[in-house]
């Protein structure tokens, strides 16, 4: 008990301070937890709220290992770091989760889909290949093997003009699969094997960016491909084994299928609305599962609809917020600013979420959000 | 525009550094607000978050106006402040809420009555005198005029043998109310003039303590209580024309009447429960208050009960929680521990909220975690 995360000198640690860490310190204080953050930009968005702060490089091996070494837990809030670092501090008895073997697993695409493969969890047919594959049959899904991030190292190639702007990098190429909906789960998994799941959501993408644009929460689907969805969440956290949150993103197909997309070892985007709209949120889980606690009730709240502020097209520089003031007018909104000062074209800039007794009438509201809310330079 | 607290460089500051200011912090990251914190404890609550943090007296006229000096907006989260340097920076440009008259008039329990009586707003009979009064009729409740606190400075008189413990200073002696319930309404005006309440708690205190030990969302009372009881907060906040939050705690008289017994001008013990409970939390609302901001729906979202969690009566130094994993696997409950290190007997170490679909039932849950949570020393 001595070295309980919330009762004396407990020291936990996160690889990234964007705004998924920051997300974790405003729920972490109420455990009392330290919080200390590595992150490469001074400017990070948990640079204030950390009880400490390093710069450094996420992917460099010794950056890693001596920001670790007194740490008594390490975690992460973005998948692209140094593993074999992670693994040398797990053999000096630094407790990391998720584990690096499955950091390792989902930064490659292509081990992942393989994974999928071998534990028969549905996933769209695939082949690996090392360079751009000119015999593939169009339309086809491109996705870098290593190193996409956020919309980014993907691609749907339609026709023949397309193939021009084929990545020449070792890849996945797969089927473009033609769905009804896309879907989330949210699962946790904690250090003595306990599981639970969120309920599902529906995403909304941007197209131009590949970004989540809206989540609603409840999705709306029968009961059968709730629970399907869910299964699927479940298996593929038992079939990792991970300790922590898997965001699983799913296809529903037209036929009423569901199969895994893409999977992310941490607190998702699109479990944002967790945070007003559940009994426990996706932060909270996360350090429940990490520390080995109690998995928390997942249940809605109330019916919510998530917004993303993406960063406005044009504008590049110094953020400057447009229409808060019409937007905290709006009941059941809450706004999340990350304390980003600078934006450009569609970064994440924050999300506001609303809550509602209806979801239909939370949608006009996040609709009329989307509209007010300007993530702009001067 | 330039100056709006979510944009730029604008500079928030609290006087201290507790659990109050630390909860406020915890929701003003969701809008980039920069929060400077003067406090006289190296080891407040809130040193680790706050963007700056600077140690000193609050009652010291120097400290708070160089403090005060380079921010845009200044608050309190404790009303024992200097207010002759808040009157000094106000004059110097810097926004001061809650406005300094209403911090001296509430700073003195004789002047704070004397404001209920002047403009009708129902409160118990009193008389004020400058030491003790012996020729006083009994019970009586005497308070201290100036620097009672969480329960100290409040003392009942029910007979002859209590008077020998009787205050020898400035204090205010009232008609002691055998009440049916303690209820309290949180109240917020905005710059603008907005004025909005939360719905009526009820609370159950610690007699040893007297300290809120249950706090009870929505309260047992009729529609028509209700009514009064927000109509009296409104009443009193109209009439102060306070800019921030009030918290109204109230008596309910055996014959259905309401009366003012204390207020507080800052975010209270009696409104913690919405930050779960509610749309808008008590934290956001105040931020919305001092900022000019849209106050925010009170709405509640589910029934609630809070416990305090108070240093338990015979641990005096390091604190220890015992029993937080029972706790944290009771489904709605949500643990806030307040970063204290040391704990003393009633020492307001951390609360709870439970939600739960019906009161009775959070209820329960309530005196379970009672039962389970201690701070201890080892």
């Not at 450094?56 to 670790?68: A, E, Q």
């Not at 008895?93 to 950091?103: A, K, S, T």
Request: glycine share 8%.
């Amino acid at each position: 008990m001595d070295k309980a995360f919330y009762n004396s000198n407990f020291k936990l640690g996160i690889l990234g301070g964007g705004q998924l860490g920051r997300m974790f310190i405003q729920e972490a204080i109420n455990y009392n937890a330290s919080v200390h953050i590595l992150d490469p930009s001074e400017l990070a968005p948990c640079k204030d709220i950390a009880t400490s702060f390093t710069q450094g490089d996420l992917m460099d091996y010794s950056t890693v290992v001596s920001f670790g070494q007194n740490l008594d837990l390490l975690t992460i809030e973005i998948e692209h770091v140094n593993v074999d670092a992670l693994e040398t501090l797990e053999k000096e008895g630094v407790e990391v989760y998720p584990q690096p073997h499955i950091l390792r697993m989902i930064q490659d695409k292509g081990t992942q889909k393989e994974f999928y493969k071998e534990h028969s969890i549905p996933t769209a047919p695939f082949i690996l290949s090392d360079s751009f594959d000119y015999n593939i049959e169009l339309p086809v899904v491109q996705k870098l093997r290593k190193g996409g991030y956020d919309g980014k190292g993907v691609q749907i190639l339609r026709d023949k003009k397309d193939v021009t702007h084929g990545f020449h990098e070792p890849s996945v190429f797969e089927d473009l699969i033609d769905f009804e909906k896309e879907l989330s789960v949210i699962v946790a998994r904690n250090t003595k094997g306990e599981v639970k799941t969120f309920p599902v959501v529906e995403l909304e993408f941007n197209p131009e960016a590949n970004l989540v644009e809206y989540l609603f929460s409840p999705a709306a689907i029968s009961q059968e491909v709730e629970q399907k969805a869910q299964d699927l969440a479940t298996q593929v956290a038992e079939s990792t084994k991970v300790v922590g949150l898997l965001a699983v993103e799913m296809f529903l197909t037209k036929d009423g299928e569901v199969m895994v997309n893409e999977i992310a070892p941490r607190p998702h985007n699109s479990g944002h609305q967790t945070i007003e709209g559940n009994i426990t949120s996706q932060f909270e889980q996360y350090l429940r599962a990490i520390t080995g606690m109690p998995l928390g009730d997942t249940s809605i709240i109330a019916p919510s609809v998530m917004v993303n502020l993406l960063g406005e097209k044009d504008h590049t520089g110094e953020a400057f917020v447009e229409g808060l003031e019409e937007v905290m007018a709006i009941s059941g909104a809450t706004v999340h600013l990350y304390g980003k000062w600078k934006t450009k074209p569609y970064r994440k800039m924050g999300h506001v979420t609303v809550v509602d007794k209806e979801l239909e009438s939370a949608k006009e509201k996040a609709k009329k959000i989307k509209d007010t809310l300007k993530i702009k330079t001067r």
